[in-house]
């Protein structure tokens, strides 16, 4: 921390940093240097010796103070006064709700504490704010447990099941490369500190691939867009390996060391040339064939695959069939070669996971488990043998799931239920918190304590409170403390401090060093598979165990080929992919942001729209048969013939008729992962 005086027209400023990090579900987990004057923040800046932060921010984080000084902030407790979802309350004081909400949860605890549902996700992805005290609290109570499944599970359980754990390149690494395939990633939208290195490697001569249906701006900033028909990933992988194969471009010496299966999938590969493949993904045969020979040839030759592509029916095995490549060519061999999805794996030996959330708590109790992406069917589910007891109580932080979970309309009527009982952790009246029984004011990142691994390089980050709560806000660490203290809970680990649960919450990194300059490299090996040393039982990728099916059987769920009916009535692949200046639905209030991203739109190609009778800029009507959602129509060729894109999340206040894009998506899960496939829903777009 540095301090310095000046002074401003006459008035003394007190003025240090302190240092931060981005709390948000990103890849890049930015290490911040936050000014704060006379108490107040006054920048948020990015740390320019922190090599993946580089001292740059996205426009978001850099406005970071707008959200936390934000006029419609919630400064104090609130009770429901309203019917449910009408966001009608009055304030009350931390007593009073904390001593009623525990009351409540003792009344149901003492029936069944599995009627309990705690339901966060990553809104924070701090390890003290988003999973420590809240997970010894309902481990305690013995509360049902979440799945937390709603972004990344089948991406991130098939490539466990492919090295062995979330892990790949280095990010540093991509500025070695001589191709990079960015596959299923808006990297410039959502993953702007990988894009800097894919731009170093670009100025060294490093061919950019973009592979994604929508022409985004990273897509126009590539040398060639692939522009494939979602869901359709793992066909492009087999034509790819069919083409390595018949090109001998593979890698035998690092197949014989380092791979299991490769016999299997070698014949799975065999039966999908080019001309095939290329037909599920509605492009030509002859793409196939040259990317081919360029991945082949390109030494190094990295992939930077992100979640967008596992967002449908085939979603794990495509994800396994793209983790297989760098594996057949041996590009894992050299620096700046190999590819990365997730790197939260890494940090699995350096987390403190057992003592921070304290499973333990649980004792011989094996509570049932609600995944979070069928949480609109199952709020509506009534007690059975098979399901366990109706939820009666849900206690939500970190998300906001009326907003982003799928099938809005059942999550809506689920959320509408009289007979539920919902506290809503939050910074903001949300769409989720409107039907709250009491919204707790949360601090944000600012105004609190963390410790943060990332999914997207390889740096543990710290965070300092930099100002006061602001208002009557608390972390959610003293929310649960709170709790507990009235639920009667005793051990010890109900009292830890947030000072206390930071110095638990990680082994084996310098604590001193983190705490000087706010971040630390993890000790990883420089090229991490060189000589395989993979993260599975034997060593060896995983190519093709027992139960692994390729996208012949796997194809979307909604697809003319899968589902010609359904495909007559609502022929048009819908995905809603991130908007650039959102997070999420976070920011979505914030006005700055919200007036760059306009309001909620759907791409639709010159064509479709053409044979629709629709113009640019008309209100459309977007539905089938789980819902409608009328949004402005932009005609544009970002999208491709036959798919459209509902770019989100808004906050469903927002929309034209208090609906986003989740009204048309589907609850049906992921081939591996038990995922959404918010990606994979047939819709019709009509004039109103
Ligand atoms: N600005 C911003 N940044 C974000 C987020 C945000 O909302 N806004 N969200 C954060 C979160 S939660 C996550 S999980 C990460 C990653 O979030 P991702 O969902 O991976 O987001 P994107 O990087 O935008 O990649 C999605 C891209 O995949 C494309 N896509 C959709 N379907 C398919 C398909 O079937 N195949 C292929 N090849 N591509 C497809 C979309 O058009 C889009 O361009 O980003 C994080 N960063
Ligand atoms: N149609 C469609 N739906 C999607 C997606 C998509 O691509 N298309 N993407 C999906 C993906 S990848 C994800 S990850 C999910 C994400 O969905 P969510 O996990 O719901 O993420 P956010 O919408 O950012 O909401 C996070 C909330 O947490 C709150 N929050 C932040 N920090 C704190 C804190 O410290 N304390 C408390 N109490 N609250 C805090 C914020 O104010 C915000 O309202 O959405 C999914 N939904
Ligand atoms: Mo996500």
Not at 198 to 208: D, F, I, S, V
Not at 223 to 235: E, R, W
Request: glycine content about 8%.
């Amino acid at each position: 921390m540095s301090q310095t005086t000046s002074t401003r027209a006459a008035i003394p400023v007190v003025s240090h940093t302190v240092r931060g990090a981005c709390p948000h579900d990103c890849p890049d987990t930015c290490a911040l240097r936050i000014t704060v004057e006379n108490g107040r923040v006054v920048r948020v800046a990015g740390d320019p010796d922190h090599p993946p932060t580089h001292g740059a921010l996205c426009t978001k984080v850099s406005r970071y103070a707008e959200r936390t000084y934000h006029p419609e902030r919630v400064l104090t407790p609130l009770k429901r006064v309203g019917p449910k979802g009408a966001g009608q309350f009055v304030p009350v004081s931390w007593d009073e709700a904390l001593d009623d909400i525990a009351a409540r949860l003792k009344s149901i605890a003492a029936r069944d504490p599995q009627a309990i549902l705690p339901y966060s996700y990553a809104g924070t992805m701090g390890m003290l704010q988003s999973e420590s005290m809240d997970r010894r609290f309902f481990h305690k109570l013995g509360a049902s447990l979440l799945d937390r499944t709603i972004c990344s599970n089948a991406g991130g359980e098939a490539l466990a099941l492919t090295y062995g754990a979330k892990v790949g390149m280095h990010l540093e690494d991509y500025a070695a490369a001589k191709l990079i395939l960015i596959w299923g990633s808006n990297s410039i939208a959502s993953n702007l500190h990988f894009w800097t290195f894919a731009q170093q490697a670009k100025r060294n001569g490093a061919r950019l691939v973009c592979i994604d249906p929508r022409r985004t701006e990273t897509a126009d900033k590539c040398h060639q867009h692939i522009a494939l028909l979602p869901g359709s990933d793992g066909a492009l992988a087999l034509g790819l390996m069919h083409q390595l194969i018949t090109l001998g471009a593979l890698d035998q010496d690092y197949i014989a060391r380092h791979v299991d299966g490769f016999e299997a999938l070698r014949e799975r590969a065999l039966a999908w040339p080019p001309e095939r493949a290329a037909r599920v993904c509605g492009i030509e045969p002859q793409v196939i064939v040259e990317l081919a020979r360029e991945y082949a040839a390109a030494k190094p030759a990295a992939i930077r695959l992100n979640y967008g592509m596992q967002r449908t029916h085939g979603g794990g095995n495509a994800v396994r069939l793209v983790a297989m490549l760098p594996c057949l060519t041996g590009a894992w061999r050299q620096r700046g070669g190999g590819l990365l999805l997730s790197a939260s794996g890494w940090f699995r030996a350096f987390r403190n996971d057992a003592a921070l959330q304290r499973p333990d708590l649980l004792g011989e109790r094996r509570p049932r488990t609600i995944n979070m992406s069928t949480i609109g069917d199952d709020l509506l589910r009534e007690a059975s043998p098979e399901f366990g007891p109706k939820v009666e109580a849900l206690v939500v932080y970190n998300t906001n799931p009326v907003a982003v979970a799928p099938d809005s309309a059942k999550v809506v009527a689920g959320f509408a239920r009289d007979d539920l009982f919902t506290v809503v952790l939050e910074h903001f009246l949300t769409d989720t918190a409107d039907f709250a029984d009491y919204v707790l004011p949360a601090t944000t990142q600012l105004e609190h304590r963390d410790v943060h691994t990332t999914y997207g390089h390889t740096y543990v980050v710290a965070n300092d409170p930099a100002i006061a709560p602001v208002g009557q806000a608390r972390p959610n660490t003293q929310v649960f403390r709170d709790l507990a203290a009235r639920m009667g809970f005793t051990e010890a680990c109900f009292a830890d401090t947030d000072e206390q649960l930071a110095a638990q919450a990680l082994r084996g990194v310098d604590l001193a060093a983190l705490r000087e300059h706010g971040w630390v490299k993890l000790p990883l090996p420089e090229v991490p598979f060189a000589d395989g040393g993979f993260v599975t039982p034997n060593g060896k990728v995983q190519v093709c165990p027992p139960g692994f099916s390729a996208p012949d059987h796997v194809v979307p769920y909604e697809s003319a080929q899968s589902a010609p009916d359904l495909a007559q009535r609502f022929p048009l692949a819908m995905i809603s992919p991130p908007a650039r200046n959102f997070l999420n639905s976070s920011f979505v209030n914030v006005k700055s942001l919200r007036d760059i991203e306009g309001e909620p739109l759907l791409e639709i190609h010159p064509d479709d729209a053409a044979a629709r009778g629709l113009t640019d800029g008309a209100v459309v009507r977007v539905h089938n048969a789980r819902g409608s959602h009328h949004c402005k129509a932009r005609v544009s060729t970002r999208a491709r013939p036959g798919v459209v894109h509902g770019l989100g999340v808004w906050w469903r206040k927002f929309g034209v008729d208090g609906t986003n894009v989740n009204e048309l998506t589907s609850q049906r899960l992921t081939d591996i992962g038990r995922a959404p496939t918010f990606y994979d829903c047939l819709v019709e777009v009509s004039a109103q």
